[in-house]
């Protein structure tokens, strides 16, 4: 089955710089999604990507379907303390289950 | 309204014992599953329900039983727990289990074996 590699791991910030995370996979996606797991609650979809080359914004993200289909980048400008929490990718392979492979995440700390 | 709603939040129990999950989501889906989230915070689906019916069953161990009463219920039970058991599980439900779907996801219940 398909892959999804995730990094950074984590990432330890001061508040304001921006952020840049990103997800590779071994096989072609048809779809990319960027969720935000908040400490002791579930994943919130963040930003989702159908397309090839798409780069969709929502407030101070922004995230892109890699031109490849293998890949797919999730940047935070600006960062504050509420952006602390996991940043998960998760894509579906074309062609293969419509239920999404999640990357292992990216742990966001902001410090003030 | 919460969308998706699990219980319990919380969850402590011995080894051997046997004990349930529920989940409940009031967005009309059709589509529901069940995850496992590890120490590592790595996300594996376990289970997917559509309309009441199974769709998916991920190489789950056949201790671990969802039961779908209607399409907006999907509980899950699990016998004779085991250590490694211990996890974070999330429903989700999605509208109608394709390709363009959104998953919504349930606060988790955090399952600690001892």
């Known amino acids: 089955g398909q892959q999804l590699n995730q990094s950074p791991q984590s990432m330890f910030i001061q508040e304001g710089e921006d952020v840049s995370m990103n997800c590779t996979s071994s096989s072609i996606f048809n779809t990319w999604l960027w969720y935000k797991q908040d400490p002791g609650e579930g994943p919130v979809l963040l930003i989702a990507?159908?397309?090839?080359?798409e780069l969709t914004s929502n407030g101070r993200l922004t995230a892109q379907f890699g031109i490849t289909r293998k890949d797919s980048f999730l940047n935070i400008s600006a960062s504050i303390p509420s952006d602390v929490g996991i940043y998960f990718c998760?894509?579906?392979?074309?062609?293969?289950?419509?239920?999404?492979?999640f990357g292992r995440g990216t742990s966001l700390i902001v410090h003030p | 309204d919460t969308a998706v709603s699990q219980t319990p939040k919380y969850l402590v129990t011995q080894m051997g014992n046997d004990k349930s999950i529920k989940c409940e989501q009031n967005?009309?889906?059709?589509?529901m599953y069940w995850y496992k989230q590890d120490s590592k915070k790595f996300l594996k689906i376990m289970f997917s329900?559509?309309?009441?019916?199974?769709?998916i069953n991920e190489t789950v161990p056949n201790r671990f039983s969802p039961k779908s009463p209607d399409k907006a219920h999907l509980n899950l039970h699990i016998n004779s727990l085991e250590l490694g058991d211990s996890a974070v599980y999330f429903c989700?439900?999605?509208?109608?289990?394709?390709?363009?779907?959104?998953?919504?996801f349930g606060p988790g219940t955090r399952l600690t074996v001892l």
């Open positions: 990507l159908y397309k090839a080359g």
């Open positions: 967005l009309g889906h059709d589509t």
């Open positions: 998760a894509g579906r392979e074309s062609g293969g289950s419509y239920i999404p492979t």
């Open positions: 329900y559509n309309n009441k019916e199974l769709i």
């Open positions: 989700a439900s999605s509208q109608a289990g394709g390709a363009g779907d959104t998953q919504y």
